[in-house]
């Protein structure tokens, strides 16, 4: 089973991106899943740019703390399975945490969304509350995938190794910075701490450094502005095995428009 994780999409240079790397490769892979939190000029996302998502070859599109910023998304999350917002929210939320569906050869595979709470909003616990569901999907389906909205590299890491040999990827999202330690533990369970952003490499993190910049210098709060120019893709590469479930291969995906031939 070959899978293509995106990460989190920024704006429309980052929907723009996404797209044209859709168009020319999305046939080489059996599953695509989103990152789509920031798709909508940088905060949220809303129906009508899940629907394009969805319509240019994503199967699912997962989120995390910004999947609340747009509340038109809100009846959108009660009727899709394919559009997740973070699992372990408290009873009672819109939408759903996980779906289970099928790759384009009939396989079920199962993609969680779920978010950390360190350095993040105070939520129910991502490890706690995963375990059970992991359990429960297990009986169903080997092929489990979880995006991990976190802000630290050792929730990440522990959530991996907790959940290692019972599901096949857990990757990181939430920093837009792409890590290098992509890997697989021993148990079989693939592992990177973050995916990365698409979007523009121009700015900060896919945002206006003119419009970050003079947060730092005088903590006073500022209105971020989607930055445009040098975009980029970050996602993941990933093989599952078939019959086991565990991860054979899981590389990173780091290119610029150029590298992705569109000029």
Known sequence: MKVLVIGDVVGNPGRQTL????????????FIIVNGENAAAGFGITGKLCDE??????????????????????????????????????????GTG????????????????????????????????????VE?????????IIDFHAEATSEKLALANFLDGKVSVVYG??????????????????YISDVGMTGSDSGIIG????????????????????????????????????ETGECIKIDRINLSLIELGIF
């Open 207 to 242: 945002m206006k450094k003119e419009s970050i910049i003079p947060k730092f210098l005088t903590s006073l709060p500022q209105k971020f502005d989607v930055a445009e120019g040098k975009e980029r893709l970050n996602g993941l590469d990933i093989e599952i095995d078939n």
């Open 136 to 144: 429960e999907i297990r009986k169903e389906c080997k092929h489990i």
């Open 53 to 94: 998502i969805l319509d240019w070859g994503a199967d699912v599109i997962t989120s995390g703390n910004h999947i609340w910023d747009k509340k038109e998304i809100y009846d959108y999350l009660d009727r899709s399975n394919k559009v997740l917002r973070p699992y372990n929210y408290p009873k009672g939320v819109p």
């Open 19 to 30: 797209k044209a790397f859709l168009d020319k490769n999305k046939s080489q892979y059996d």
């Open 173 to 190: 999202t939430h920093t837009h910075v792409q890590t290098a330690d992509n890997k697989i533990l021993l148990d079989g369970t693939g």
């Open 98 to 133: 996980y779906t289970i569906l099928k790759d384009k050869k009939g396989n079920k595979i199962a993609v969680i969304s779920l978010q950390g709470r360190v350095f993040m909003p105070p939520i129910d616990c991502p490890f706690t509350t995963v375990n059970k569901l």
